[in-house]
Each structure stands twice: as structure tokens, then as C-alpha cells.
């Protein structure tokens, strides 16, 4: 486990973090200018911003996905900005749990093996990870759809194998990028509920949106909005923005 | 000559080894030039991503390599019949002298293709990749020694003309020619015998030591140990355990073994010996490397993997070669 | 370990997927391996065939040459020859060829002395009077006649003679055997009126294998005429023949097999848009740029291996089953040297190994650089969108 639940400190540390895609190319975007921040275990964190605010790019140099082109990056003491990717991907497997917009399944693969894939690279039996997703479809109500390919499944459906998913590793922090794009307000409502009980079991959640029910729910315990790649406001205190 | 088909397939082989390790080489110059491993650029990145193209085409080249080894004894073994008095592999070697360079050369680039992706296997293991320079330098070295051996074996292969007459083991490896090969297979089992056994026995003292103990000086005596095993048991196998293999009192052929009326079993002896030379050296080898942290970490985890790898290698190859020396009806010592 | 079967697993069912796609492939692939596996096989069998055949030959053939060309040779060199140390016995063999222009077929008449110690394999028994005759398995196929029938020749005068069968060939190795006649030799010298001191050639035993080159010198020394033809000689030269004309036809079917490759190539580069989106997704989710490549490659050895077994097996069919009927037109020059007779079903190790070599290393190799660009994706490309 790359993570120490059990330090007090600070989970996720960004200093003067930059992040230039095609730099020194004529169509250079500066997604993020100058952004430091510092994230604590337990927090439900809201990244607002208007869409090409660079919500998504924080949530990918959150997350691993990517490295900063400037500035450093901590998870607790390990300086993670300058890793080998290989290195990265197996914090991603070990740390994370995500979410994404579009849900990113295998479309042409069983809910159960959508549940498996990612974690093949892990050095868990085969026999335990497929305990692990079962215990998780039967918890998101899906135990007889482990055979279905997701291309059959309805969207409500696709978004509780997406949250499995995310949670195949019991990962400490869950990164989810517009989890109720897709929703209804009935399956936003559930998402939250679910969203919740992740937080009480003392995960860390940090959630980019700019969905006023998922930004004004109660369980966001602290909003960071971005503007223009630049960080415009960080509020601990739950108020509105 | 150059028409026969494993020859064919041989040219090939080596023609695309070459292809990968030029693929590879290219990658190696970028990286060397651009190289900056506290750079968030996405040059950096990219270099980055394309060592693992380079470590697959080593892999893939290595493996490749062993394959055309063996193609290459067996076709050996497969002309024979073309030249006049060769009777097996070494006839065909000894029709042109430069097949026994191609062997060389051949055997080498395993060597050292194995010891490059041991290094780069240790190098990816740790955050900070501190062999970079060393692994893309010494990679570059690696490319002439895969052109020399295609153009040896294109050298070999051309210049052999049927009908020609050689000798084969019988006269080469036999007391009376004259030569390195001759003087060892000329060595009597008197003392060839007793000289194996005793570095045999050597090399199993400082492997099962440095499993033990992690001493360097351990480590650089087990190196000196296991090249020494490797040359002592190749003259072995020509000077004695081939007549015992065989059964036969004067054949000291060292590539008939390979072959099905011996039921393959030089592929385990060679493949066994293999082992023992080289994942004893790697220990030795890799040593100098354990001044930084990081891959003094991954050294710590990779050793007495190598160190029990090696002892395997080294029960397969006294248990195949010897087998018949034990249990075999001929008796070359009278006691 | 484990990492590998869960790859390996992966591998298999990505395949499965998309299995439209890489069945076409295995076909085509198969296909391939089955052209030059054909070449070697076939090669091989016509190889082993004639080695077969020339072991039971004698040690040294002795003709005479006249003007550079085959004469009949006096049956007194032999009494010559016999007098050299070292030589065994020294046979004056009848033989000749005879063209039936009803079914325009070459068949080879033999007289029986000069072969006793060859040809074993009988079913029936060997001539003992001047109008019996023993025949090979394709003889008795053309013409029809079982052992007791009637066989009809005309001499060079046409004059009719009629054999009685008394017995076929069944040779292990057809090559000899099967387009001949075996009559008494006097009842042959008498079919093509050849006088009594002349033989066709003569057969000569050697007891020391070292020895026979140097008796094979001696001769050509002693009787200036005549051209000794070591068995070592007619060995080196069906094998350089063999092993020149598969190569040669390897060589033509290798373009074949680089067609094919940019086929592979072009299909390992072209991954589908919903492939490419998985791959993205693995690597968002923790899989490393080594085991998207691994996965990948593991496909590729996958379909290489099936078709290999596949390709075998074709070229198996088509070679020893059918007889190879689309490489033989190819071979002009084998027909005419060998009637059509069955092939010993033989495959070697070194052909197999000689065929993985040329098909197999060359596709992995082809798909080495495709995999790694799959491979190496941006994990963050699923993020952005």
C-alpha cells in the first residue's frame, strides 16, 4: 500500500504545480498555471469550474495519470511527480478508485470481467479478486448481470459497475470526473447516498463537477474552484460560492 | 550453398536481429541526446515510453539469438553430408574455419545479450533509472557484434564448397592433431576428470556461500568460478563426458548430442550449464552497481534468485551430462 | 507468474472478441506457412526417398563412355577390376529403357542377375524361365496385370513378346522399383538384341568404405574409357540438388510470406477504434505500458502458433495425401527424373525448425513496433475525453 492510513497529515500535497500540453507547439494549452494545494485524509472535496477550467487535468495529476510539466506533487511523503509511468500505474491500481464522465467500461466484456481486467496486473490470486467483484455486485445489486456484457446494461446500471469498479482495490481515495453527467436527478440522488457511505468508511473523495446537486450537497465537506487553469477559490467552510 | 533452406532461414534470423538492435539503436541515440530524467516535458515522456520498445526488442533479439544458435548446429549437423569425411557439426565447421568464429561470436552475443537485459531489467525496477547512459552506450556496443556475426555467417556460408574434404572429430578432437581443441580433448580422463570435479566443486562451495553471505569478495570469486566452469566443462564434454553420452570410446563430438539419437538431451546439458555460468556471473557482475541505493535495493531482492537459478542450472547440467557416466556401461577408468 | 497466466488469459479473450478479425488472419497466415512448408516437406520426402534408394546401391558404378557418351561396356573389364585389391565382386549389369507408346510410359527393363542383392521386397518370386517377368507397383497400375497374367512387349523390331507375371514389387521406397521390369538376363540381352560380352555397366563391391575413392581412381586410371560413379558422388549430388531447389523455391515463396507480413503490419497498426479505447482505459486504471505490450505480444505468439499448427497440418495433407499436386507442376525437372510413385511420410524436427524460423520470427518481429505504439498511450487520454 502506497498509502499510510494512519498519518495525519497531509494526503496529497501540489506545489506551484504547471501543465502545458504541446508545449513550444503552436497550439500550446496552458491547462494549469501556478496551482498549489494540499488535500487531508476524510475530505469530500468539490472541484467546480466551468468546462476548460482545467478541472480534469488536476483530477489526472491528482490521480497519477499524468505528470506536471512544472512544480511537485506528494502522496503523504513520496514525491510523485517525477515517477517513471510505470511507477504511476501501480500507485493508480493501489490509491485510486475511478470515476469517469463517460464511465469508460468495456463495452464488449462481462460486468464481472469489466471488474476484473484492471486488476490483472496486481499480484492478487485470480481467486480472490473474483471473490472481491462478487462481494461488490452483490452490494450494487448487480450479482445477476456478472455474465451481461455492459453493452446491455442500462446507464444506471453502468454507472453502480463503474463505482464497483472503482472500489475493486479498496482504494483510501476516490477520483470521480462529472459522476452525474449522465444521471437523472432519481440516480443522482442514489449516486450521493453511495457517495456518503464511501466517505463514512473513511475514504477520501474528490469529485470535479459543475452539477449544482453534487456542489450543494451536504456531504462536500470543502469546494476548490478553478478558472482559466488558475485557482480562484478554496472554501473549507462548506458556504456557498 | 547459400540456397539451402536453413541456411536460408539462418541469413534471415540474423537479418532481422539486426533490423531490431538498428530499430533500438536509433531510440538509443535519442535518449542519449535528449535525455532528461527531471524534465516534465513530453519529450521526456516519450523517451521514456520508448525504452520499453527498446527493452522488448532486446528481449525478442535475445530470444531470437538462442533459437538461431541451435538452427545454426543443426544445420551444421543437416550439410554434413555434403562434404567428403565429415561426419558430424564439426565436419561442416572445419570446411570453412570461419564457422567456428560464427560459433564464437554467436555464443558471446547470448552472453552479453543476457547480461543487458538483466542490467535493464534491475535499471526499470527503480524510481530513479541511474543505468540509462551505461545500458544505451553499452546497447550501441551490442550493434557491430550482431552485424560481425551475419557477416561471418554469410562469410561461413559462402565460402563452404561441397564435395570439399575436412576432417572431422574424430581427427580434430583426438590426441594426436595439433591445436587448443586437440590438446584438450588429448588431456588424458586422468587428470581432464579430476580437474572437472574439482571446479565443479569449487563453483558449488562459493554459489551455496554467497547465498549465504553477501560478501563481495565472495561475489567476485564466484564470477572468476563460473567463467572458469564454463571453459573446464566445455573441454569436459570433448575430452570425456561425450564418449560417455555416446557410448563409444573414441567419438568426442560436442553437437551430436543434440541430435534425436541421443534424445536431445545436450539441449538440457547446455541449457543447464548455460544457466550456471551465467546467473553466477551476474552476482559479480552486477556488484559494482550495488554503490547506488536504489539498485543496492533491487540487488538485495534479485540475487538469490540468480544464486538459486544458477544452482539449478548447475544440478540440470551434472545431472544430464553425467548421468551416463554413472550409470552407463562404459568405463573409460579402470579402478 | 501469475501476471503471465492473467495476461495470457487477457490475450485469449481480446482475441476471441475480435474474432472475425483474427480468424482472417490465422487463414491467411496459415495459408502461408502451408506454401513453404509444402516446399520443405516435399523437398525432404523426395530427399530421404532417394537416399533410401541409393544406400542399397552398390559402392562404385562403372560405365564406359565413348565420345562422351554412355556406351555398352565389355563384360571382360570386369575380370580387370575384380583383380584390384580391396574389390568384392564386380556384377555386369543388363538394363535398359523401353518407351510403350500405348500408354506413353518409360518403363526400365532389368535383367535379374545384376540385382539380386537389391531388390527384396517381392511378392511372388523372382523369373526362372526366359518368359516370366517380376514388375513394380506402377507398372502393374498402367498396364493392369496381376501376378499369372500375361505382360505384352514389342522389341525394336516389333516384334511381340509376351511375360508371364510372377511377381510385383512392394518396395518400402517406390523410387526404384516402380517402373520396372525384371526379366532373366538372357531373355532381355535377347529383347534388345544386345551380344553377350557387353553389359550396360558394371557394379562394383568395395569391402573398406575408405578405400573406395582410391579404387574408383584406379580404375578410371587403368581403363581409361570407362567412368567410375562413387555412391558417395551420387549422394553429394542429390543433395545439393534437394537442398538447391528448395531453397530455390523457398526463396521465391519468401516474397510470398513478406506480402503477407505487410498484410500483419498494416492489421497490427490499424487497431480499431474499440480496442484503442480499452487499452486507454486499462492503462487510466493502473496497467503499465510492459503489460498492455506483453498482452499484445502475447496475442501475436498466440496467432502465430495457431497458424503454425494449422499451416503444418495443410502442408501435411497436401504433401503426403494428395501428393502435392499444386507444387509438381513447379517440379519439371523431379518428374522427369522420378516417375510418380508415394512419398515416405517423413517430417523432421529440422524441417519444423527450418519453417518456425522463416514464418514465425519474422511475424512477431513485424508486430513488435505496432505493439508498443498500442501500448503506449497516454493514461490520461480517457481523463480529457
Redesign the interface.
Given at each position: 500500500m502506497s498509502v499510510d492510513i494512519n498519518n495525519n497529515g497531509p494526503l496529497i500535497r501540489i506545489e506551484d504545480v504547471s501543465k502545458i500540453y504541446h508545449q513550444d507547439k503552436p497550439d500550446e494549452v496552458r491547462a494549469l498555471q501556478n496551482i498549489s494545494l494540499e488535500f487531508f485524509p476524510g475530505e469530500v472535496v468539490a472541484l467546480t469550474g466551468p468546462s476548460g477550467s482545467g478541472k480534469s487535468t488536476l483530477l489526472s495529476l491528482i490521480g497519477c495519470m499524468a505528470r506536471p510539466t512544472r512544480g511537485t506533487i506528494y502522496l503523504q511523503d513520496r514525491r510523485v511527480s517525477r515517477l517513471p509511468e510505470s511507477f504511476l500505474a501501480r500507485i493508480r491500481r493501489e490509491t485510486y478508485g475511478f470515476v469517469f464522465q463517460q464511465y469508460h467500461l468495456l463495452r464488449d466484456v462481462s460486468v464481472l470481467d469489466n471488474l476484473m481486467f484492471p486488476l490483472y496486473p496486481a499480484a492478487i490470486p485470480f481467486k480472490t479478486m473474483r471473490e472481491r467483484a462478487l462481494v461488490l455486485l452483490a452490494q450494487f445489486f448487480l450479482t445477476d448481470k456478472q455474465k451481461t456484457k455492459v453493452r446491455q446494461l442500462s446507464g444506471g446500471e453502468q454507472q453502480r459497475v463503474a463505482l464497483a469498479r472503482a472500489l475493486m482495490a479498496d482504494p483510501p481515495i476516490i477520483i470521480a470526473d462529472e459522476p452525474t453527467a449522465h444521471l437523472d436527478a432519481e440516480l443522482s440522488l442514489e449516486l450521493l447516498n453511495i457517495l456518503a457511505e464511501l466517505n463514512t468508511e473513511g475514504r477520501t473523495l474528490i469529485i470535479a463537477s459543475h452539477d449544482p446537486v453534487m456542489c450543494q450537497a451536504p456531504l462536500i465537506s470543502r469546494r476548490v474552484a478553478l478558472r482559466h487553469g488558475e485557482l480562484v477559490d478554496d472554501n473549507r467552510d462548506g458556504a456557498g460560492l | 550453398m547459400i540456397l539451402h533452406p536453413g541456411i536460408l532461414a539462418l541469413l534471415l534470423g540474423s537479418i532481422l536481429i539486426l533490423l531490431l538492435l538498428l530499430v533500438a539503436g536509433g531510440v538509443a541515440l535519442r535518449i542519449l541526446r535528449h535525455w532528461n530524467a527531471d524534465s516534465g516535458s513530453a519529450t521526456q515522456l516519450q523517451l521514456e515510453r520508448q525504452t520499453w520498445l527498446v527493452s522488448t526488442l532486446l528481449k525478442y533479439a535475445f530470444g531470437f539469438q538462442i533459437v538461431t544458435l541451435f538452427l545454426f548446429l543443426f544445420t551444421l549437423d543437416e550439410i554434413h553430408p555434403l562434404f567428403v569425411g565429415a561426419m558430424c557439426a564439426t565436419g561442416s565447421l572445419n570446411a570453412n574455419l570461419v564457422g567456428w568464429l560464427v560459433l564464437l561470436v554467436k555464443i558471446g552475443l547470448v552472453f552479453a545479450a543476457a547480461f543487458w537485459l538483466a542490467v535493464n531489467y534491475l535499471d526499470q525496477r527503480t524510481e530513479d533509472t541511474p543505468l540509462v547512459r551505461i545500458k544505451y552506450v553499452t546497447l550501441l556496443l551490442l550493434i557491430p557484434l550482431v552485424a560481425l556475426d551475419l557477416w561471418l555467417q554469410w562469410e561461413y556460408f559462402s565460402g563452404l564448397r561441397p564435395q570439399m574434404i575436412t576432417s572431422c572429430c574424430g581427427s580434430l578432437f583426438s590426441a594426436e592433431g595439433e591445436g587448443v581443441i586437440s590438446t584438450l580433448a588429448g588431456l588424458p580422463v586422468e587428470q581432464a576428470m579430476p580437474l572437472f570435479f574439482a571446479v565443479v566443486l569449487l563453483y558449488a562451495v562459493l554459489l551455496l556461500a554467497s547465498l549465504r553471505w553477501r560478501a563481495m569478495l565472495l561475489r567476485t570469486l564466484l564470477f572468476v568460478a563460473s567463467v572458469l566452469l564454463f571453459f573446464v566443462s566445455l573441454a569436459a564434454l570433448v575430452s570425456f563426458l561425450s564418449l560417455y553420452i555416446y557410448q563409444m570410446p573414441s567419438h568426442q563430438c560436442p553437437f551430436d548430442m543434440l541430435q534425436g539419437h541421443y534424445y536431445y538431451i545436450g539441449y538440457p546439458i547446455y541449457l543447464g550449464l548455460f544457466m550456471a555460468t551465467l546467473f553466477a556471473m551476474l552476482p559479480g557482475l552486477c556488484r559494482p552497481l550495488a554503490t547506488t541505493l536504489s539498485l543496492d535495493e533491487e540487488l538485495k531482492s534479485s540475487e538469490p534468485v540468480w544464486l538459486r537459478l544458477a544452482l539449478f542450472g548447475l544440478i540440470l547440467f551434472l545431472v544430464t551430462s553425467c548421468w551416463q557416466m554413472v550409470f552407463g556401461p562404459l568405463i573409460l577408468l579402470g579402478y | 507468474m501469475?501476471?503471465n497466466?492473467?495476461?495470457l488469459?487477457?490475450s485469449l479473450?481480446s482475441l476471441w472478441?475480435r474474432k472475425e478479425k483474427n480468424i482472417a488472419l490465422i487463414i491467411v497466415y496459415a495459408l502461408v506457412i502451408a506454401t513453404l512448408g509444402s516446399?520443405?516437406l516435399l523437398?525432404h520426402a523426395l530427399k530421404t526417398e532417394a537416399v533410401t534408394t541409393l544406400t542399397a546401391a552398390p559402392e562404385i558404378v562403372v560405365q564406359r563412355t565413348q565420345g562422351g557418351r554412355h556406351e555398352l561396356i565389355p563384360v571382360t573389364y570386369a575380370e580387370t577390376i575384380a583383380g584390384f585389391p580391396g574389390v568384392g565382386k564386380v556384377t555386369p549389369r543388363v538394363w535398359g529403357y523401353y518407351y510403350d507408346s500405348l500408354i506413353k510410359a518409360n518403363l526400365t527393363l532389368v535383367g535379374v542377375e545384376g540385382y539380386h542383392e537389391q531388390l527384396e521386397l517381392l511378392e511372388g518370386r523372382f523369373p526362372q524361365a526366359a518368359d516370366e517377368c517380376v514388375i513394380g507397383a506402377g507398372v502393374a497400375e498402367a498396364f493392369g496385370p496381376q501376378i499369372g497374367d500375361l505382360l505384352v512387349l514389342e522389341d525394336s523390331s516389333k516384334r511381340r513378346s509376351e511375360f508371364r507375371v510372377t511377381g510385383i514389387f512392394r518396395a518400402a521406397s517406390n523410387l526404384l522399383t516402380n517402373d520396372l521390369v525384371v526379366l532373366q538376363e538372357a531373355a532381355l540381352r535377347d529383347f534388345f538384341a544386345m551380344p553377350a560380352e557387353l553389359a550396360t555397366d558394371l557394379t562394383v563391391q568395395v569391402y573398406n568404405p575408405r578405400e573406395v575413392?582410391t579404387i574408383a581412381k584406379k580404375i578410371a586410371y587403368f581403363l581409361p574409357d570407362s567412368r567410375p560413379i562413387t555412391r558417395?558422388e551420387l549422394?553429394?549430388t542429390y543433395?545439393?540438388l534437394f537442398?538447391?531447389r528448395?531453397?530455390?523455391m523457398?526463396?521465391v515463396f519468401?516474397s510470398a510470406l513478406m506480402a503477407f507480413l505487410i498484410l500483419a503490419w498494416d492489421r497490427a497498426t490499424g487497431i480499431s477504434a474499440?480496442e484503442k479505447?480499452?487499452i486507454?482505459?486499462?492503462?487510466?486504471?493502473?496497467?503499465?505500458?510492459?503489460?498492455v505490450?506483453g498482452a499484445k505480444?502475447r496475442e501475436a505468439l498466440l496467432i502465430s502458433l495457431t497458424a503454425f499448427i494449422v499451416g503444418l497440418l495443410l502442408a501435411w495433407l497436401h504433401v503426403f495425401v494428395l501428393g502435392a499436386p499444386l507444387l509438381m507442376p513447379l517440379l519439371k525437372g523431379w518428374s522427369v527424373l522420378f516417375p510418380t510413385f508415394d512419398l515416405t511420410r517423413v517430417v523432421?524436427?529440422?524441417q519444423l525448425?527450418?519453417l518456425g524460423?522463416?514464418t514465425i520470427?519474422?511475424y512477431?518481429?513485424c508486430t513488435?513496433?505496432p505493439?508498443?505504439k498500442a501500448?503506449?498511450s497516454?493514461?490520461?487520454d480517457?481523463?480529457?475525453?
Open positions: - | - | 501469475i501476471l497466466v492473467k495476461l488469459e487477457y479473450s472478441r516446399v520443405l523437398t575413392s558417395e549422394l553429394h543433395d545439393s537442398n538447391w528448395s531453397g530455390m523457398l526463396a519468401i474499440e479505447r480499452e486507454g482505459i486499462l492503462k487510466a486504471l493502473g496497467w503499465e505500458t510492459s503489460h505490450l505480444l523432421d524436427l529440422y525448425a527450418v524460423c522463416v520470427i519474422p512477431l518481429a513488435l513496433i505493439a508498443w501500448a503506449s497516454d493514461p490520461d480517457v481523463m480529457r475525453g
